[in-house]
């Protein structure tokens, strides 16, 4: 995959349930090796941006709720105890690299309005000058829904863009797109590669992808729209084991690539 390999700046995003486990507590095994392995992109010589999911699922598991909270408030409590505790860990493991993070949150409204659009290109594109790895999350505890993304397989399209990105991985619980959804489907076969998106590829996403995470194959469709659109590869592949992460960089077919043209 020439056109991930040769990407001098990239946006990775993770899902929720790629960070924790079912009780919504941190996979610090899953955190560690990611937090490591994107040091060592860092150090290559790469720009590295981190769109985090998890603020709500990781809340929820630090305060011992038995679920994923439903209505508002409780979403945006958790998000805001989940938010630090995510930010913590980050700050934590990313020093142990000796990498700075930087957090930045934001809502939907920050990228219509042209002066705060244009004041997060400059702030993240500053944050990576200065040697930064920044950490983007919605804004949960602010965000109600005429200013969310609602997902953040759309928002890391969104930084793809203003962060001016030369390509965008998603990492998820599943190994990329498939023909057929798998889990229902064991013949189902991984599309390695998407030049176009049409409503035959979107007819194959589904819904939500699970309890925990608020995306799913669609809203990854989505972002590949965006990403599309801007020019941008994108990658979705498995989470589970980051030092994937390398065979990407390193040229292999990894997981699902959506490219305009075919760079492989
Ligand atoms: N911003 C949400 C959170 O941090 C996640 C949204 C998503 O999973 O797409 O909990």
Do not use: W
Not at 23 to 40: A, I, P
Request: charged share 25%.
């Amino acid at each position: 995959m020439k056109s991930i390999s040769d990407a001098k700046r990239i946006v990775v995003k993770v899902g929720t349930s790629t960070l924790t486990y079912a009780s919504g507590r941190l996979n610090l095994r899953r955190v560690e090796t990611l937090v490591k392995v994107l040091s060592d992109l860092k150090n290559s010589g790469r720009d590295i941006l981190l769109v985090t999911s998890g603020a709500i699922g990781v809340g929820a598991g630090k305060l011992g709720l038995p679920e994923r909270p439903q209505d508002i408030a409780g979403k945006q409590a958790a998000a805001a105890v989940g938010q630090c505790e995510l930010m913590y860990m980050y700050d934590k493991l990313f020093a142990d690299y000796g990498h700075v993070i930087a957090q930045v949150l934001l809502t939907r409204d920050g990228v219509d309005d042209p002066v705060r659009h244009r004041n997060i290109v400059n702030t993240l594109s500053e944050l990576v000058r200065v040697g930064a790895i920044p950490v983007i999350n919605e804004n949960d505890t602010v965000a109600t829904e005429e200013i969310e993304f609602g997902d953040n397989d759309t928002l890391s399209a969104q930084v793809a863009v203003l962060a001016k990105a030369d390509a965008l991985v998603l990492l998820s619980d599943i190994d990329g797109l498939f023909d057929e959804n798998p889990q229902k489907n064991p013949n189902a076969h991984l599309i390695p590669l998407v030049t176009e998106i049409d409503d035959d590829l979107l007819s194959i996403a589904g819904g939500s992808g699970s309890a925990r995470g608020t995306g799913g194959m669609i809203t990854k469709l989505h972002a590949a729209d965006i990403a599309f659109s801007a020019g941008i590869p994108m990658v979705i592949m498995n989470g589970a084991d980051p030092t994937k992460l390398y065979d990407l960089v390193d040229g292999e077919a990894v997981g699902t690539l959506f490219c305009k043209e075919e760079t492989v």
